[in-house]
Nanobody, 125 residues
């Protein structure tokens, strides 16, 4: 199983970036997919997640309205669209696959069995 994240980049504050995470070796449509981020010197944060029914949830108040998670099951890919980026959004962003039958974003970090390698997003002021 492999989760490959793409979209690493450096943008100016106010800019946009879209990350993608493509899975291989698993039945993608059966997995909830989550995005997490970890800034330097900080703990990992839950960014948001999407389940097999395309229900989404977001973990950080500051993201609401700025981050959008979507998925394309035909391409085995989950996306994280980010707009109006701020310097505090600078972090390594990782995707994760959670195969539990119930959508449980609050515990996804503990129960995701597959993780992508992480991609660095740098937002300059």
């Amino acid at each position: 199983v492999q989760l490959q994240a793409l979209g690493e980049g450096m943008v100016q504050a106010g800019g946009s970036l879209r990350l993608s995470c493509t899975a291989s070796g698993l039945q993608f449509s059966r997995f909830s997919m989550g995005w997490f981020r970890q800034a330097p010197g900080k703990e990992r944060e839950f960014v948001g997640a999407i389940n097999w029914s395309y229900d989404t949830t977001y973990g950080i108040d500051s993201e609401k309205g700025r981050f959008t998670i979507s998925r394309d099951n035909a391409r085995n890919t989950v996306y994280l669209q980010m707009v109006s980026l701020k310097p505090e959004d600078t972090a390594v962003y990782s995707c994760a696959a959670d195969g539990r039958p119930l959508f449980s974003p609050a515990t996804m970090a503990d129960f995701s069995v597959y993780w992508g390698q992480g991609t660095l997003v740098t937002v300059s002021s």
